[in-house]
């Protein structure tokens, strides 16, 4: 049976406006896969409603290792220093990874 790895869940919640700019900085850490999906709530910048562009929003779920988790916070952190409107969360998580690891013979 396969054991279960401890990973890092990167949870970016963002405009769905820049969500473009969010997924480029993804892109160029070589994030392999992630999961968006729209969403609608009531925060800070008030309603998001869905209806426009202006006013929707996207979760981005990410997992990942730690380390690469690390490189991609000083990314988020600089777009929010710029006022970039990003969430960023970060959960501990264990996956059942979709490989059973190699088993090596010492021979």
Not at 49 to 60: E, F, H, K, M, T
Request: glycine share 8%; hydrophobic share 45%; net charge positive.
């Amino acid at each position: 049976m396969r054991s279960l790895e401890p990973k890092k869940l990167l949870t970016l919640i963002t405009a769905h406006a820049i969500k473009g700019i969010v997924i480029e900085k993804l892109k160029s850490r070589q994030v392999g896969g992630y999961t968006m999906v729209d969403a609608t709530g009531v925060g800070a910048f008030g309603v998001q409603s869905g209806a426009l562009d202006s006013d929707s929003n996207v979760l981005i779920y990410v997992i990942l290792s730690e380390a690469r988790l690390n490189v991609l916070l000083a990314d988020f952190d600089e777009l929010m220093n710029r006022s970039y409107r990003v969430k960023v969360i970060v959960s501990d998580v264990m996956i059942l990874p979709r490989k059973k690891p190699s088993v090596t013979s010492a021979g």
